[in-house]
């Protein structure tokens, strides 16, 4: 194990199928670690995703205790409960003003990320309706072509600005490319930010999602935001990933002997081609374990860590189960409910990504609700 490593020493239920330790300890110096690069820029913190799947309240919370007063969520659902978490952080909801949610905007505070021109005016007039200039931010496109006006819907929002009825909070933008150093996008989207920003000097700028965030001074602006790397995930390739944040266990429900040339799951795809010992562990694509991360005769899968032996995943995972190959370790080392480690003693997220043809941050948002779940 290194010192990375989380441990808890509170004893799962018997029944849990598989142990999700969240180190929130971890979540807080990765967002510190980040705040302090980027001083002077703030750092807000992302908490979509159920704050990218390790449960939004405890995210949330830790991250207010590192520092972090400014909180982005994709939903308005998202933000209803960080609201009733952190009366008064500063919270923005980034899929922006769907008709109808106005008032729920103003009733709890919220700040909603203007993308188009209609949710500019539908803000606007309901703002001049209750006759109070509300915060919003304004999301400008500068390439990811999602969300956010056209520069020249811009620069007509910039000229018109007496004519704006709330309160211009923050202007973004967001980066497509900047995991990957020197894409020329991100050369041109911090190009035409810096041009449209320069229109509203009085207003707070923000462009860095984590991968920007640990790039280069020039991308943070006045405020980063980042969510990734905050959790433990690679935000670049040419970046390690800071702490890990999240290790998880899974159950070993039965220990079977296969013969060679018999087979193993679901479709016969894996063929034992010596005797073999194999655990049976009780978590599958049910759990958010990625079925192609499953292996087959022609191609290997993930692994787990069993009593210190890196063991590879074997045939098709199924909805509740999957199979590791432990003929490698020694047969007292192993009993049925022990537990076998999918991320953790060495195996990090882009290890079960790398396998399963995703990326870390699909792992972590698809993490199930089924295993028993401790924050240490
Ligand atoms: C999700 C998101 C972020 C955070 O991105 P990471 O790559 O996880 O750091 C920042 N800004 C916007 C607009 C996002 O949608």
Request: aromatic share 6%.
């Amino acid at each position: 194990m290194t010192s990375h490593d989380i441990t808890s020493h509170d004893i799962p239920p018997p029944e849990a199928g598989g142990v999700l330790t969240v180190d929130l300890a971890a979540l807080r110096a990765n967002y510190e670690e980040i705040a302090r690069r980027v001083t002077p820029a703030a750092c807000a913190a992302v908490v979509k995703g159920d704050g990218y799947g390790i449960g939004l309240v405890p995210a949330a919370s830790a991250l207010w205790q590192a520092g972090a007063r400014t909180f982005f969520v994709a939903l308005l659902s998202e933000a209803r409960e960080l609201r009733n978490l952190l009366p008064e952080a500063e919270i923005f909801v980034l899929n922006g003003l769907f008709p109808g949610t106005e008032a729920a905007y103003r009733d709890k505070r919220l700040c909603p990320v203007l993308g188009s021109v209609s949710e500019i005016e539908r803000w606007s007039a309901f703002c001049e309706d209750t006759g109070t200039a509300l915060p919003a931010a304004v999301h400008v496109d500068t390439g990811m072509n999602r969300l956010g006006l056209s520069a020249t819907e811009a620069v007509n929002l910039a000229e018109g600005r007496d004519e704006i009825g709330f309160t211009l909070a923050l202007l973004m933008s967001h980066l497509a490319c900047a995991d990957e150093p020197d894409h020329p996008l991100t050369a041109r989207q911090l190009e035409d930010f810096r041009a449209i920003a320069a229109l509203f000097p009085d207003v707070r700028a923000s462009l860095a999602n984590s991968a920007g965030a640990l790039g280069d001074r020039a991308l943070h602006f006045d405020l980063v935001r980042p969510g990734i790397a905050v959790y433990g995930g690679r935000p670049r390739k040419d970046v390690a990933p800071l702490r890990p944040v999240v290790r998880l266990e899974l159950r070993i429900a039965q220990v079977r002997h296969v013969h060679e040339g018999e087979t193993v799951g679901y479709g016969a795809a894996h063929t034992a081609l010596r005797p073999s010992r194999v655990a049976i562990l009780s978590a599958g694509y049910a759990d958010g374990i990625p079925r192609l991360a499953g292996a087959s005769d022609l191609r290997p899968g993930a692994e787990a860590v069993v009593a210190g032996h890196r063991c590879p995943l074997i045939g098709r995972i199924s909805m509740d189960l999957l199979a590791l190959d432990i003929t490698e370790v020694p047969e007292d080392a192993v009993s049925p409910g022990d537990f076998a480690t999918l991320l953790g003693d060495g195996l990090g997220l882009e290890d079960l990504a790398r396998h399963s043809a995703t990326i870390d941050y699909e792992i972590l948002t698809s993490l199930g609700r089924r295993y028993h779940r401790r924050w240490v």
